[in-house]
Structure formats: C-alpha cells, structure tokens
C-alpha cells in the first residue's frame, strides 16, 4: 500500500477500481468524465447520487454507515475520456473541512486489496475538494492525488469542469488558497450545492440551496417546526431539539382505489439492510414481526377501503441492532393491479407514544407497474436517522422482488 502526497501518482495495476473518501463526517462523493480539454462532454459525465452510473463509472453509496465511493472500470471508460476525478464535500450545508480530514482509499474491486491512500493536508475553508484523479498516460491508467480545494463547494468544481449549475442571484466567493503544494482553480461564480438533489430533467444541473421552505429535494430538514411535509426525493432528519429521535414510530401506509366500486389489494412491507447493502430481512403480511421484535407489520388489508392507514408497520428505532443500517418501506399489488389504478397513496411517519404526525409523503404519480418504494430511513454515523421521500415505481408483485432494486436506492 502506498501512503500518497499531494501530486503523486502510481500505476494502477487493476482495471477495476474503487475509491472510497472517508472523514469523521458524512460526505458527498462524486465523479467527472474529463476529456483532453479538461472539461465533460455534457451533463451525464457527472456521477453523483441521484445519476449513479456512466459509461465505466458508478457512484456507489455507503448507506450513511461507510463511506462512499465512485468506481471506475477503466476498461469500460469511452476513447474520449482521459480523465476521471473525484470530489467530496461535506454533506451538512456550509460545511467545511477544517478539521475533519477526509482520507480517501483507493482499492482493487476484484480482490478488495488496498492499493493506496490519500489525506490532503492543511485544510481550511474548503467546503469541496478535488481528492483524486484517475487518468490515462501512454495508454496506461495511473492515480494522482490532488487535493484541491474550492471555499464555494461542489458547485464550483462542477462548474469548472463545464457542468450545467443554475445561476445564482450574486456571485459566490473565489475558492480558497490552499498550502503548498496543494493548487487552486479559477474562481466559479456559484453557490455550495448538495449532490442529493434531484436535478432538473433532463441533464443533472444542481439547483441553489431554497430559502426555508425546501423545494424537493433542496437538502435536509429536522423536526424542530412540527410536522415535515416532504415532496420526491427531499430528506428530513429525525432530529428534534438537537437530540436524534430514537423511540418507537409507526410507518402508515394507505391508498384508495381509482375507481369507485373496484377493491384494490396492497400489500406494505418494510425491507432491513446492513452496512453494505446486504438484506438482512424482510417485514411483510406473511412474516409480521423481525429483527427481535424491533419491526412489526400491523398485518393484510385485502381492499384498500376505510379512512385512514390501511397498513402500519411499527419500527422502535432504539432497539433496532447496529447491523440493520437501512430500512426501505415499499407497497406491493400481488394481484397484479397497476398503481394507475390506485388512488391517494401516501405514507406518514408518527409518534407512536403521542400519536403526532412527523412526517408525511403522498404519492403525486403513478405508473403500470406493479410496486413502488415509497420512503427509506437510513441510519447516520452520528446515530440518528434520515428520512427520505422515494416514490420509485418497480416491476414486482412482491417484496422479494423489490430486495434488489431497494438496496441499489440506499
């Protein structure tokens, strides 16, 4: 294993390789496609959360309880590609890195072999980085570390590298300076942004950070103001009063049939997974309790008809182990119905000790398929949990079928 500096570089002796950035603080990991001008041939190029993959890179998620990564598999990287980087910022808002040095890990996929690593030295206010980049010299592939650091956050690297960022109202301050012989970029003219965002259809443009109403997907919220109404893909943290909610909670479920006189079978299930997105089990009509107790399925309804939750599923969130990192909540027609045919489906997060609403989601479209994962909580490394509005439509009747794409989601 090599330890790296600034500026260095090695051989990469495999194909497939993976890097890994972790720090004392969750980060969002990212990936550019860069041609010989140094810039990405369109939007795509970007690989971030919600554009996971690209033509020989994949952004891979550490489910809040490992690190992120970008993968690359050089053998599958187009002709026109000389060049890919990876970027980290802080997750939190405004953050920087003072303090809280992130170390990136470059490693075989084949074998998991660790082939070097990366800690950029003397940060400061730094909100993004330019960690490592992986690049093509004399038809062979190396690594460089670079730690290049940018005071405007990820949107100034994006820019930079000639992604599409929506024009703020006034410029954003220049990136910093870093120590020697960390370098600098020119100064981009835009605000910090959060790679959880769902961009703009169709190209990954990032929007500016919203005022206090979040628009979806605009970043985290707590539970501080009362109930948190989210829209697809938006995040609030289970936090109230600074202290994470840890207690028993009940996942509401519900929906009605589209049309009057028609019975609309559902079922609600919840799907556990651990670290590394291995399934650790399921919660559903045929299995009504796991995990010792710490999930439970408040069982079948066969119509969908009546006011209120049709399916509950009861998490104590205290006494969920620490290998259960990820919980996907999903709904299933195993009669074969299409969601076009469903009506009002919705899911609510509440207090189970007060019976207080925290959080709601109602679903504001459909598709024909036959299963939907409505919403996930993912555990974070300082031990509370985060609450994240899906509405992703998949073709399975039941909850076996949706294992696999609900780990891909976390």
């Keep these: 294993m090599t330890a790296m500096t600034p500026g260095s570089n090695i051989p990469l002796s495999t194909a497939r390789v993976a890097v890994d950035v972790a720090a004392p603080v969750r980060l969002d990991v990212s990936g550019l496609l860069l041609t010989a001008d140094g810039k990405v041939r369109s939007d795509d190029d970007f690989i971030f959360y919600n554009q996971p993959s690209g033509p ?58 660790v082939l070097a690593t990366f800690t950029p030295p003397q940060l400061g206010t730094e909100t993004a980085l330019v960690i490592v980049e992986i690049y093509r010299r004399n ?18 690297i994006a820019t930079d590298f000639g992604v599409s960022v929506e024009e703020p109202a006034a410029p954003a301050p220049a990136p910093v300076q870093p120590a020697q012989p960390v370098q600098t970029m020119p100064a981009p003219t835009t605000p910090p942004i959060d790679p959880r965002v769902a961009p703009p259809a169709p190209a990954p443009a990032v929007p500016a950070a919203a005022p206090a109403a979040p628009a979806p997907g605009a970043g985290k919220i707590n539970l501080d103001k009362g109930r948190v109404s989210l829209q697809k893909n938006q995040t609030v943290s289970l936090v109230k009063g600074g202290q994470p909610l840890l207690s028993q909670v009940k996942m509401g479920l519900g929906w009605e049939p589209a049309f009057r006189g028609k019975d609309i079978d559902l ?60 919980l996907v909540f999903t709904v299933n027609s195993f009669s074969g119905q299409k969601f076009t045919e469903v009506a009002k489906a919705y899911c609510r997060l509440i207090d189970a000790a007060t019976g207080e609403e925290l959080v709601r989601f109602d679903l504001t479209n459909a598709e024909a398929q036959t299963g939907v994962m409505m919403a996930k909580l993912i555990r974070q490394f300082s031990g509370e949990w985060d609450m994240t509005a899906m509405g992703d439509f998949v073709k399975s009747r039941t909850v076996r079928g949706m294992v696999k794409p609900a780990a891909q989601a976390l």
């Design 139 to 156: 038809g062979a592939w190396k690594v460089r570390a670079v730690g290049q650091g940018y005071a405007n956050g990820l949107a100034g």
């Design 267 to 326: 079922d609600a299930s919840v799907i556990a997974f651990g670290p590394q997105r291995n399934h650790v089990d399921s919660c559903y009509f045929g299995k009504l309790s796991i995990v010792n107790g710490a999930i439970k399925h408040s069982g079948d309804n066969l119509t969908g008809e009546g006011g209120g939750d049709d399916e509950v599923i009861v998490v104590d969130l205290g006494r969920l182990p620490q290998d259960v990192t990820g």
């Design 56 to 113: 020989g890179v994949t952004y891979r998620s550490g489910g809040g309880t490992a690190p992120d990564a970008i993968v690359v598999d050089t053998a599958a990287v187009p002709p026109g590609i000389e060049k890919i980087v990876v970027t980290a910022s802080p997750d939190a808002a405004g953050q920087t890195f003072q303090g809280i040095e992130p170390t990136a890990t470059i490693r075989g996929v084949d074998d998991s072999s």
